[in-house]
């Protein structure tokens, strides 16, 4: 099963309160990624976790936090939703960080209202 | 900074023709390049990888891509397209080995039968 699941597939969030988006892979892959997809936008990485290390990009530090409690699980944790969160978060896994096939999720559509 | 454009936001193309998807990078040194295609309600899938050596790659589908070092360039092609081959490709770059990927912002592809 070469499946990175996401859930929910939808979600709609207030302005100012929190957002948690969850990811899971049964692939044993060692390396999770989530990007933010907006329209006419290319997806933009957000952050990865090798392993337990989690790595942030550098534009998108503060905006985004991030937890990994197992090998198979992933969360995107937004504190406070503001109307500039509203995108698709597109979660992907990989074996390794080098040179491996990143497999991706379907998505997670969320609006801020 | 690297960057990926895809000039074609939308290509329409009539069932049994010939498709050519265009990607340019900005870099200095040769990345590592895949092309990326999202069907309707599904994750980005990868395509096809360009490491090195041979400038044509074959993907899946009857996808090929041509690396051009001197045109920083890596066109995608099909020679025949299948109204299922409708969906968004996206071109994407890594450099130093690593799987952080840079997207270009998607070409939409409608094949009309």
């Known amino acids: 099963d070469t499946t990175v699941k996401q859930n929910p597939r939808y979600k709609l969030a207030r302005v100012g309160k929190p957002v948690n988006l969850i990811c899971s892979q049964t692939?044993?892959?060692?390396?999770m990624y989530w990007y933010q997809k907006k329209p006419n936008q290319a997806p933009k990485l957000l952050l990865f976790?090798?392993?337990?290390?989690?790595?942030r990009e550098a534009d998108t530090f503060e905006k985004f936090q991030s937890s990994r409690p197992n090998n198979s699980f992933c969360s995107l944790y937004i504190g406070s939703a503001g109307l500039e969160y509203s995108a698709m978060y597109l979660c992907?896994?990989?074996?390794?960080?080098?040179?491996?096939?990143?497999?991706f999720g379907k998505g997670t559509r969320l609006t801020v209202v | 900074a690297q960057s990926v454009t895809q000039p074609d936001a939308r290509v329409t193309v009539s069932e049994g023709a010939s498709l050519q998807l265009r990607c340019k990078y900005s870099?200095?040194?040769?990345?590592?390049l895949f092309w990326y295609v999202q069907y309707p309600r599904q994750g980005l899938q990868l395509l096809l990888k360009?490491?090195?050596?041979?400038?044509v790659v074959q993907g899946v589908n009857g996808f090929e891509a041509e690396f051009s070092k001197s045109n920083s360039s890596f066109h995608l092609r099909k020679a025949s397209v299948h109204w299922s081959d409708s969906a968004v490709y996206f071109c994407?770059?890594?450099?130093?080995?690593?799987?952080?990927?840079?997207f270009g912002i998607g070409t939409r592809v409608l094949v009309r039968p």
């Open positions: 870099y200095s040194a040769t990345p590592y």
């Open positions: 360009y490491y090195s050596g041979d400038p």
């Open positions: 994407a770059v890594s450099y130093s080995a690593g799987n952080k990927l840079t």
């Open positions: 992907a896994s990989s074996r390794g960080r080098a040179n491996t096939e990143v497999f």
């Open positions: 692939m044993n892959h060692d390396t």
């Open positions: 976790y090798y392993d337990k290390i989690l790595n």
